[in-house]
């Protein structure tokens, strides 16, 4: 099983980008997929999730929330992340990640523990 973003790139500051989270080995429909990010310097962080197919809920950190959709294109098998009004401060190497376990509370979704696949990362700087 294997997870792959991409997408990433050079972006202005207020611009946009869409990564895409690709698999093969299994249907992305079944299981909750999400994004990290990992800025030079500083710890991963948790950056939203979508539930699996028939829930679709998503939920944000706090400082992507109103910029950043998550959404899934399941005829494609790929899970989409839309980053608009980018700002420097979201410069970092995203990665997909998804969960093939059972759901559980809101605040281990945000752990780097909850998610059994990783993908390798792409790269996202946003500079003038």
């Known amino acids: 099983v294997q997870l792959q973003a991409c997408g990433g790139g050079l972006v202005q500051p207020g611009g946009s980008l869409r990564l895409s989270c690709t698999t093969s080995g299994f249907t992305l429909d079944y299981y909750t997929v999400g994004w990290f990010r990992q800025a030079p310097g500083k710890e991963r962080e948790w950056v939203g999730f979508i539930r699996r197919i028939g829930e679709g809920t998503t939920y944000y950190t706090h400082s992507v929330k109103g910029r950043f959709t998550i959404s899934r294109d399941n005829a494609k098998n790929t899970v989409y992340l839309q980053m608009n009004s980018l700002k420097p401060e979201d410069t970092a190497v995203y990665y997909c990640?998804?969960?093939?376990?059972?759901?559980?509370?809101?605040?281990?979704?945000?752990?780097?523990?909850?998610?059994?696949?990783w993908g390798q990362g792409t790269q996202v700087t946003v500079s003038s």
């Open positions: 990640v998804a969960r093939t376990r059972g759901r559980t509370i809101l605040s281990a979704m945000q752990e780097n523990s909850a998610y059994d696949y």
